[in-house]
């Protein structure tokens, strides 16, 4: 249909750059959802952004959070799904609620913390994994290949467990996640696998990354749950338009701060903010791995290698993958080894964008004192979050209407909550029980040889 949305990579320009063949076509939806990149390893972005009137954002006040994916995914699927499947999809994805938490005057914390797995992910993995099994080549296995840093991994992998057809590998750092996270990544079992890499968040994308760019597997249907995959960044957008329409007054803009590691979440604010939603400014705090707020600062984008080990550990990312959509959307160009071909309208991006990188120190700091002022518990992603917010105003002077993200439950980091404001964190009823789960990962090295030996021994290609 003329009016489809069509998806192209952020390498389709990269013409004599070693290694690198531009994909200068167009795909589908579909096609972008199971393919997770594209053949040049680049990331599909949409070929054209569509709009949201704000009568249309605003009539969603006081309705369902469904009623509000309907909406914004909508648009974007209208042309290739049944809009009665689309929202028994939606119904099936979120069944759960989404509180906006006021913690003063007209200061809020969104909890994206209220699902399966207690974190952010579950929005965007939920959905993704309905999508795909609807849009799946029933003849064939579809594999999901994922790198995690934390919350990714289990959500993902509750999502798609037990979905006929699709089996997902899940990576992750060996020795930076929690306990717990490692508990739930461990334990999901049935179609799930997981692998502990000996090395970093980076060494576990790279070795995602590297197999799909690898002809000679591609006999085994790779696919990404990582925010690579434009699946995962559709969902990651209605919230936004959600929870302003629940808070704003007569046309009033809202200030946005997002912690962010690989930036998809943030990635989903910034198309909303293009689509119509008024965001006067999108904050985007990222932990000590400070690449993304040094090149705001200097204008020159030099990767983290390797990335620091944080407190806020879903975030350790050196090199994030969604940095690729964000340099195209201003009119640039990075590889996914962090190389810059072409640079962005930095003066825009700065008028739009602001960032600080949050230490572990000021994330503790953070925890105490919101708990002490507020009575409000964060988690170390969500504390860098509030604290960039709080950075921002002191800069920027105050701003009537904000929300900051809560990305996970502070149950999933026990100890720091303990050692930090000496309670524990009631654990939600979707994490019971998971302490006495029984579970084993397969332990790798971050080498992709010894990684692709166990992809062709162990993946299957035919249902």
């Known amino acids: 249909?003329?009016?489809?949305?069509?998806?192209?990579s952020t390498n389709r320009n990269l013409d004599h750059i070693n290694g690198i063949v531009p994909f200068r076509g167009k795909v589908t939806f579909g096609e972008a959802l199971l393919q997770g990149q594209a053949p040049d390893e680049g990331l599909y972005v949409p070929d054209r952004i569509p709009h949201i009137s704000y009568e249309d954002i605003i009539s969603l006040k006081d309705k369902s959070y469904v009623e509000a994916a309907m909406l914004v995914t909508g648009i974007f699927l209208g042309d290739e799904i049944d809009a009665g499947i689309l929202r028994r999809i939606i119904e099936d994805s979120y069944?759960?609620?989404?509180?906006?938490?006021?913690?003063?005057?007209?200061?809020?914390?969104m909890r994206l913390d209220r699902g399966p797995t207690a974190s952010f992910k579950d929005f965007a993995a939920r959905m993704m994994a309905r999508l795909m099994e609807h849009f799946r080549d029933r003849?064939?296995?579809?594999?999901?290949?994922?790198?995690?840093?934390?919350?990714?991994?289990?959500?993902?992998g509750e999502a798609f467990k037990?979905?006929?057809?699709?089996?997902?590998?899940?990576?992750?750092?060996?020795?930076?996640?929690?306990e717990r996270q490692k508990k739930q990544l461990d334990t999901i079992g049935n179609n799930i696998r997981s692998l502990s890499i000996n090395g970093k968040f980076d060494d576990c994308q790279d070795l995602v990354k590297q197999a799909f760019s690898d002809p000679s597997l591609d006999h085994l249907n790779f696919t990404s749950a990582n925010s690579i995959n434009f699946g995962r960044i559709l969902p990651q957008m209605v919230y936004y338009f959600y929870a302003y329409a629940q808070l704003c007054r007569k046309r009033e803009t809202?200030?946005?701060?997002?912690?962010?590691?690989?930036?998809?979440?943030?990635?989903?604010?910034e198309y909303a903010r293009r689509m119509g939603l008024p965001v006067q400014r999108l904050i985007m705090p990222t932990n000590e791995n400070d690449e993304f707020p040094?090149?705001?600062?200097?204008?020159?984008?030099?990767?983290?290698?390797?990335?620091?080990?944080?407190?806020?550990?879903?975030?350790?990312?050196?090199?994030?993958s969604n940095l690729a959509r964000f340099f195209e959307l201003y009119g640039g160009t990075v590889d996914r080894t962090g190389e810059v071909h072409v640079y962005p309208d930095i003066e825009t991006i700065r008028?739009?964008?602001?960032?600080?990188?949050?230490?572990?120190?000021?994330?503790?700091?953070?925890?105490?004192?919101?708990?002490e002022r507020y009575s409000v518990i964060l988690e170390p992603h969500g504390a860098v979050g509030?604290?960039?917010?709080?950075?921002?105003?002191?800069?920027?002077?105050?701003?009537?209407l904000c929300v900051s993200l809560e990305t996970a439950h502070p149950a999933k980091f026990p100890d720091e909550i303990v050692d930090l404001l000496g309670i524990t964190p009631e654990v939600p009823d979707s994490m019971k029980g998971i302490d006495e789960s029984e579970g084993k990962s397969l332990e790798l090295s971050a080498d992709y040889k010894m990684f692709k030996e166990y992809l062709i021994d162990n993946l299957k290609s035919e249902v």
């Open 162 to 178: 037990g979905i006929e057809g699709i089996d997902v590998n899940i990576l992750y750092p060996r020795d930076e996640v929690s």
């Open 386 to 400: 509030w604290r960039g917010l709080e950075a921002y105003l002191e800069q920027c002077g105050d701003f009537p």
């Open 254 to 269: 809202i200030v946005i701060s997002v912690p962010s590691g690989n930036f998809g979440n943030a990635l989903g604010c």
């Open 139 to 156: 003849d064939k296995r579809l594999n999901v290949l994922v790198a995690t840093s934390g919350d990714t991994g289990s959500a993902v």
């Open 1 to 8: 249909m003329e009016n489809r949305i069509l998806y192209y």
């Open 294 to 320: 040094r090149f705001l600062e200097k204008g020159v984008y030099e990767k983290l290698s390797p990335s620091l080990a944080c407190l806020s550990n879903a975030m350790n990312v050196g090199h994030p």
């Open 95 to 109: 069944p759960f609620i989404i509180p906006l938490q006021k913690v003063f005057d007209r200061k809020y914390i």
């Open 351 to 371: 008028k739009n964008i602001y960032s600080v990188s949050i230490s572990d120190e000021e994330t503790k700091k953070c925890i105490k004192k919101t708990y």
